[in-house]
């Protein structure tokens, strides 16, 4: 399991636009098979900060939603509202197991 954090901060002008195009990411995105979560979660102090904390199943997957139309689209309508440049940061699964996203094991896998 690959899990990322990303980190997004917009203008305050665009929150609104922002939430609508990044839900839509969010909903085709988790209709991919690679994808095990795809959470869009908004700072209650600061709402101008997401994360997107997204989980795929293989490195591979990373890669392939990449090249989707949605995150293309997502991507360029969201760029002009950035207050800055997001950023992301990688993380390792540890709880709940792999296996709770419908993955096997570490040691069952090729």
Known sequence: ???????????????????????????????EP????????QQQDDPTR???V????TADAIAAHKETA??????DAVAPMMAEP????????????DDAYGMRPPTERP
């Open 1 to 31: 399991m690959h899990v990322i954090h990303v980190h997004v901060h917009v203008r305050p002008d665009a929150v609104e636009v922002f939430k609508a195009a990044t839900l839509i990411n969010a909903a085709n995105s988790v209709n």
């Open 34 to 41: 690679g994808v095990a979560r795809f959470d869009v979660i």
């Open 50 to 52: 997401f994360v997107l």
């Open 54 to 57: 997204e989980a795929y199943r």
């Open 70 to 75: 949605h995150y293309a689209a997502w991507r």
């Open 86 to 97: 997001r950023s992301s940061t990688k993380y390792a699964n540890l709880f709940p197991a």
